[in-house]
């Protein structure tokens, strides 16, 4: 009954390194977006996308960028990670009818 | 500018009280409010959501929500909590971008802490 997933549920990188992040999901939607997750900050929009190969910045794009080559797929890249991107990642994808579904999450540490 | 405030950071109830979360939103259009729970390690689930209608509306896990216009508020109650609700609660608002749902904007969230 998977909707969302995120290729990892945990992930340690080194500064410097480029990281991809991966959401897929089987619903067919349009719209899918990357929040990123900080106690005490709520969610905050990074990137979000409304179509194939069509993408927006969010609230905090800086140090990050979205790849949407296909419908169902939407990474998140980060191009030289850093300690002050060690967090908690969620994906979500939504459709018509309001329907809003959010993968499991992706906690980054970089170190 | 459109934002969430939801201004209680922890809540603590004994198991078998009342609660109530308070969500107050800020948004220029008509507004299309969530809430959501999120439990330790899970992501986000959908406890009920506003579109229009009436303005008391139902959701999972015993839980309901009063949209009140004039206070631009949204409110979420539970006559009685139980153990298993201690988790990390967000209010969101959003709105609808044709026929598909648009961006949310979310609160800080609220964590719950349920004393047995």
């Known amino acids: 009954d998977v909707k969302v997933t995120q290729s990892s549920r945990y992930l340690v990188k080194r500064t410097g390194e480029k990281v991809f992040l991966e959401c897929v999901q089987d619903m067919d939607h349009e719209n899918m977006f990357w929040y990123r997750q900080d106690p005490g900050l709520g969610l905050r929009l990074i990137y979000f996308s409304y179509d194939v190969k069509m993408k927006e910045k969010g609230d905090i794009p800086e140090g990050y960028s979205v790849s949407r080559e296909k419908k169902e797929r939407f990474s998140l890249i980060l191009e030289s990670a850093s300690t002050n991107q060690t967090s908690m990642y969620l994906c979500a994808s939504f459709g018509s009818n309001t329907e809003a579904f959010f993968g499991q999450g992706t906690r980054l540490t970089v170190v | 500018a459109q934002s969430v405030t939801q201004p209680d950071i922890h809540i603590t109830v004994s198991e078998g009280a009342s609660l109530e979360l308070r969500c107050n939103y800020s948004?220029?259009?008509?507004?299309?409010l969530f809430w959501y729970v999120q439990s330790p390690g899970q992501g986000l689930q959908l406890l009920l959501k506003y579109f229009s209608g009436d303005t008391l509306v139902q959701g999972i896990k015993g839980f309901e929500a009063e949209f009140k216009r004039s206070q631009s508020s949204f409110n979420l109650r539970k006559p009685s909590v139980h153990w298993s609700d201690a988790a990390e609660y967000f209010c969101a608002v959003g709105a609808i971008w044709g026929s598909t749902l648009g961006r949310l904007y979310f609160g800080r969230g609220t964590q719950l802490t349920v004393w047995p």
């Open positions: 948004y220029g259009a008509t507004p299309y």
